[in-house]
């Protein structure tokens, strides 16, 4: 928890508070709770854990595109206000990868490595889960239950937890009725969510790490716009580039923005800043301690 707190408070990223919120979650349900799940449920601290392919698994199976935030957000249900997308193939070696950790850091759901995460989450307090599992197998103790021609794998399920899998390429990992409102969505049944369309069509998911988007509610009065977008690459030589894209910037945040990009080349960061309507889209490059600064002066 200390970790998470200090996450928030000092790089200020909503998302990584989330994700890393349902992880730990999810690790001291198998972990922390084992002896209190159903039989359903087998704890992955096993050493000698047994898996079966997903292919052994009767039913239809996930099989929608996963390389960026706009495919899991195509995926959800209607309503997101927050989203983060993290490509575990590419934290190993970064500072990331000490909030999301990296491609085996999820091995005790699947006995298997996951290489991308997706968390949806919504004003009631819903959220759900996508996995990348390339290996396509998973611990091999669970009691399925049909859906819509697809089987909902129970992973946890007791009075404290309720926790499914469904799953395909990708996995799908929530409670019960998220899952199945994502099956919905895939079988065209409901609609996903369409609030970040807008500010999604500017960006350029190619080789990101991470990305997010937030929906300014109640709850989060200090997002600095209606609506913002953020992502975080590596370059090749070793520095970082953070793109932000806010609908309809918080007046007294585009004034920060013109402030601190006038002498930004003090802090060893550079600025890109345009304008097109009710959009601004800024990109802050430099090495990754002093992004995250900057993003602190920002915020």
Do not use: C
Request: charged fraction near 20%; proline fraction near 4%.
């Amino acid at each position: 928890m200390k970790k998470k707190e200090r996450a928030t408070k000092n790089q200020k990223y909503l998302a990584i508070f989330l994700a890393a919120t349902m992880l730990l979650s999810v690790a001291m349900v198998f972990f922390q709770k084992a002896d209190s799940v159903n039989e359903t449920s087998t704890p992955a601290v096993e050493k000698n854990i047994s898996t079966i392919s997903f292919s052994q698994i009767p039913g239809k199976q996930v099989h929608h595109q996963f390389n960026s935030i706009a495919d899991g957000l195509n995926m959800s249900p209607d309503g997101v206000v927050s989203a983060a997308y993290v490509d575990l193939q590419k934290t190993t070696g970064t500072p990331l990868e000490q909030f999301f950790g990296n491609t085996t850091t999820m091995r005790f759901l699947y006995g298997a490595d996951v290489t991308k995460l997706y968390s949806a989450n919504y004003a009631d307090g819903r959220e759900f889960q996508l996995h990348a599992v390339p290996e396509q197998k998973i611990i091999n103790s669970f009691s399925p239950v049909p859906y819509n021609n697809y089987y909902l794998l129970a992973r946890a399920t007791n009075s404290d937890y309720d926790i499914w899998n469904v799953v395909g390429s990708p996995v799908v990992f929530g409670s019960r009725q998220s899952v199945k409102s994502v099956i919905d969505v895939l079988e065209g049944n409901s609609t996903s969510t369409g609030e970040y369309n807008q500010i999604l069509s500017q960006t350029d998911p190619v080789d990101v790490i991470f990305q997010e988007v937030v929906t300014k509610t109640d709850n989060t009065t200090d997002i600095p716009a209606d609506k913002y977008y953020r992502d975080l690459r590596k370059l090749d030589d070793g520095s970082y580039v953070q793109t932000s894209i806010f609908l309809n910037l918080k007046p007294d945040m585009a004034r920060n923005i013109t402030a601190l990009q006038a002498n930004s080349t003090e802090r060893g960061v550079t600025y890109n800043v345009t304008t097109s309507g009710n959009i601004t889209k800024l990109i802050l490059s430099s090495d990754f301690l002093s992004l995250f600064n900057e993003t602190n002066l920002l915020s």
